[in-house]
């Protein structure tokens, strides 16, 4: 892939593999949920076929939250000329917020007045595109270290607290400790605590130039591999010592498998440096592969990542719809499924069911010419 528009293809074909990765995890939220897990998961407790199933998902909001700030940068930077985001950013941030609280909470609980009002993952980016925008303006070295300062910095944040009700005790549980933001008269409750995805975001935006039309192909592949091999390096180093970087650590177990499960056993609300080294630095060895590489389960995968918001909201209400019509067929309340495997299998028929719609929205996006359809 090495002319321009193959390498903004390798970004849709990593964008289109995270959304399949996010679908096995719906799948399991919808129909294995009386196998809860807990963050982090408990090696002990915790069937390895469920822990990796979870750990497979675990890739997924890092990687979308940097391609997101990596796309902001490539948006600001058209071959025309730069041009200010600010507005793109805003708009789509105030956008992805409304949703998270009215289309994908409903998609979830198939109530348009659920008890408790989650702020989740689609809540976060939103936020989090509304700070790139506020700081995109900063020079690029500067946000790639503000990045990588809340990155590696927050875990050193997990004891501060503020008083119950304040307002600053409000701000932090959106930035750092998840909780309810609202009791009465709705219960709202910030899933996704928000400062770790901004550090993540600016980190994206600011590999931005790496996709530049003027970078030499193997010049980027080469950082690519560099940064994430070293992300990777760190991230075993920092988990060996048990010192810093993971708030829980881990222990030998019973035999190698549950001990390779507790060393791989990270916290993900908030996300802890140790969970985005083991996620970005896969997955930045996963962009500069995937861009030497040209099949049709590439080409397949671009076309989910080409359209990833309409593959969103279309695969959380075709669960919805699954969960209603099975439990009315087995007259039950709600459907679920006995093996880990059943949920892989579901997971991989449902993006084949919804491949020609997010095909057919992806054409329409790329040739109606409509604003609208961008921020999709």
């Known amino acids: 892939m090495n002319n321009p528009s193959k390498r903004i293809a390798s970004i849709d074909v990593m964008r ?8 096995v995890d719906h799948v399991r939220e919808t129909f294995f949920m009386q196998h809860q897990v ?21 890739f997924c909001a890092p990687m979308f939250v940097f391609l997101t700030g990596l796309s902001a940068w490539l948006y600001a930077h058209p071959p025309a000329g730069a041009r200010d985001a600010t507005g793109f950013l805003v708009k789509r941030g105030l956008l992805l917020v409304a949703l998270e ?6 998609a979830w609980t198939g109530t348009l007045v659920p008890s408790i009002v989650y702020l989740q993952v689609i809540w976060a980016i939103g936020l989090s595109m509304l700070a790139l925008a506020v700081l995109h303006r900063l020079p690029l070295p500067v946000l790639a270290l503000l990045g990588a300062l809340i990155v590696a910095g927050h875990n050193a ?16 549980t959106v930035l750092e400790q998840r909780g309810f933001l609202l009791t009465d008269p709705v219960r709202i409750k910030a899933s996704y605590p928000v400062l770790a995805w901004i550090g993540v975001i600016l980190l ?9 039309r003027s970078a030499a192909p193997a010049w980027r592949r080469r950082w690519l591999a560099l940064a ?11 988990r060996s010592v048990n010192l810093y970087g993971e708030p829980v650590p881990w222990t030998v177990q019973a035999d190698a498998l549950h001990t390779a499960m507790a060393f791989l056993n990270f916290t993900k609300y908030p996300p802890s440096l140790d969970f985005i080294l083991l996620t970005l630095g896969c997955g930045l060895l996963a962009l500069a ?6 099949t049709l389960a590439t080409r397949v995968l671009a076309v989910f990542g080409g359209a990833p918001l309409f593959y969103y909201l279309l695969h959380l209400y075709a669960l919805l719809a699954l969960q209603k019509l099975a439990g009315a067929v087995l007259g039950v309340p709600r459907a679920d499924v006995e093996h880990v495997w059943q949920v892989w299998a579901i997971a991989v028929l449902l993006p084949m069911l919804l491949y020609w719609p997010t095909r057919r929205f992806g054409r329409y996006k790329r040739e109606s010419g409509k604003a609208w359809v961008r921020y999709f």
């Open 16 to 23: 289109g593999l995270v959304m399949l990765l996010m679908t």
């Open 38 to 58: 807990s963050d982090p998961m408990d090696p002990a407790a915790t069937d390895p076929g469920l822990f990796f199933t979870r750990l497979a998902a675990h």
């Open 101 to 106: 609280i009215t289309a994908v909470n409903f």
């Open 157 to 172: 944040l997990a004891s501060v607290a503020f008083a119950p009700g304040s307002a600053a005790s409000l701000a932090w």
């Open 204 to 212: 994206g935006y600011a590999c931005g130039p790496l996709y530049a």
């Open 228 to 238: 994430g091999t070293a992300g990777l390096v760190l991230l075993v180093a920092l």
């Open 289 to 294: 592969w995937i861009e030497r590489s040209e």
